[in-house]
């Protein structure tokens, strides 16, 4: 288990022989040969060089062979290193022998065996026992400081998935914001609004969703000024601790998992810590809805209609659909307040996503090509994939409203007519539809995070548990698209 801010697993990076009895992690990538000594053993072992597939080795020394499959990049070396993991977690020491490899794709090999032993806050049993890693490479000061990349973007990553991992007892509205007070410790100057503010400024939406609940919302806005006199670019993030429903409440089966319904809140504000730890010259900041959706004689209720912080009304169809209600705030807060370069809104916030999309890939929605683009770049090089969604006439005429300026989320017909039933409605669409209308004119993406944020089984990347899905993502659309002052 990380700290939250450090690393479990140290790593030393220089150049030589391996030393000692430690395990070795031998990358094989495709076209390259099994190292010398070990031929019979991968031939017993069926291991094929570039195949996905890790085998452990006893002769001539202790070793797992670990395949980098096409194309041979980064994220691959990723995988094939957490691949590793499975054999070498147990050793307290491990050397991995990225000799003949460039520096990112041997700082990539380490990245991924760390990414994998990270362990979810109050695990039972052991802990793995790795705590040190020995990267050996041809050019060690070139490889240090690809490692220092690959550490800022993990101890982030640590970061985002540790507060998921935690149950919403724990993490209330208020511990929340005050674990994101402690990222000042890195130079991000962090800002909370707590009830009162909230209500003095008009957060109608933020208010509404939270007000049953016994600590009432907050609204953190983390800021990272970099050193460029650009707009910055702004993370917008989900931050409901727990979802009941409220008056629309869930089944109780399954309704445990909803202590990471603020699983976009946590990446956005990894991600700015990344940023951070990197000195990132990009400005960028995050704006962070938190709240716990209750149940309660004063919850909000379908029916009601709402003043959001924009000043448009909205007809609350289903309280169940409250993060799409939270980010409408946000979202106003975050144009007006920073005129940012561009906005990008994550959020574990329909089922529908997960329908269509299943646990590979998070929905991507948007206003600007050019944007949504190098987000879908940024996943395939980070292993955090999306794919694009429609924004239809029909999705925003779908919300149309008789008693409000526009309606949360679509509703079946009820006039008698041919209609399609509420589980075949394109929520998620109808989603994306209503935050556009309050994220202005500028370049704007909204990612639905929904299936993602978790993995139901163990993967070369990280156990059974939340993913921390966003951080890496955003900041390599960051060091890609935002960094360089004089880009086009």
């Known amino acids: 288990m990380s700290d939250g801010f450090s690393l479990p697993i140290a790593v030393q990076c220089r150049a030589g022989e391996p030393e000692g009895e430690h395990p070795l992690l031998l ?22 060089p570039g195949e996905a597939k890790a085998i452990r080795c006893w002769l001539p020394l202790p070793a797992v062979l670990s395949g980098i499959a096409a194309p041979g990049g980064p994220n691959e070396a990723r995988e094939a290193g957490g691949r590793a993991g499975t054999c070498l977690l147990a050793a307290p020491r491990v050397a991995i022998d990225a000799r003949g490899l460039s520096p990112e794709m ?34 060690p000061k070139a490889l240090a400081a690809a490692w220092e990349r690959e550490e800022a973007v993990l101890r982030a990553t640590f970061f985002a998935r540790d507060l998921v991992a935690l149950p919403a007892n724990i993490l209330t509205p208020k511990e929340f914001a005050r674990r994101l007070e402690a990222l000042d410790e890195f130079g991000i100057a962090v800002d909370v609004l707590g009830p009162k503010r909230l209500a003095k400024a008009g957060f109608g939406a933020l208010l509404a969703v939270g007000q049953a609940a016994q600590e009432g919302p907050r609204l953190a ?9 650009t707009a910055p670019v702004v993370f917008v993030g989900k931050g409901i601790v727990f979802d009941t429903g409220g008056i629309s409440i869930k089944p109780a ?80 807060y975050a144009r007006t307040a920073f005129r940012p370069e561009a906005i990008i809104d994550l959020a574990t916030l329909t089922g529908a996503i997960v329908t269509a999309l299943g646990h ?39 919300l149309e409203s008789d008693i409000a300026d526009i309606k949360q989320c679509g509703t079946p017909v009820r006039d008698g007519s041919a209609g399609w039933p509420q589980k075949f409605l394109p929520d998620a669409c109808h989603a994306a539809a209503f935050l556009r209308e309050f994220a202005g004119d500028g370049p704007w993406a909204h990612l639905d995070i929904a299936g993602v944020e978790e993995r139901g089984a163990p993967s070369p990347l990280g156990p059974r548990g939340p993913t921390g899905f966003g951080v890496r993502l955003l900041d390599a659309l960051v060091e890609a698209r935002f960094e360089d002052p004089h880009r086009a």
């Open 27 to 48: 990358p094989v990538p495709a076209g390259g040969a099994v190292p010398a000594g070990y031929g019979a053993a991968a031939e017993a072992g069926g291991f094929r």
């Open 106 to 139: 041997g700082a990539a090999l380490a990245a991924g065996l760390v990414l994998r032993a990270w362990t979810p806050p109050g695990a039972p049993g052991p802990a793995p026992a790795l705590r040190r890693i020995e990267l050996l490479g041809d050019e």
């Open 221 to 229: 806005v983390l800021r990272w000024r970099g050193r460029h006199s």
């Open 253 to 332: 089966g399954g309704m445990e998992a909803m202590r990471a319904d603020m699983a976009g809140a946590a990446a956005a504000a990894g991600a700015i810590m990344a940023l951070a730890l990197r000195d990132s010259p990009a400005p960028a900041a995050a704006v962070i809805a938190i709240a716990e959706n209750a149940v309660g004689g004063n919850a909000w209720r379908p029916g009601d209609v709402i003043t959001t912080l924009s000043g448009r009304t909205v007809e609350t169809i289903d309280t169940d659909a409250e993060g799409r209600m939270v980010l409408a705030d946000a979202l106003h």
């Open 360 to 398: 590979q890939r998070a929905g991507l929605f948007g206003n600007d090509a050019p944007l949504m683009a190098a987000l879908a770049a940024a996943g395939e090089a980070t292993g955090e994939r999306l794919w694009p969604m429609p924004i239809g006439e029909g999705h925003r005429a779908a």
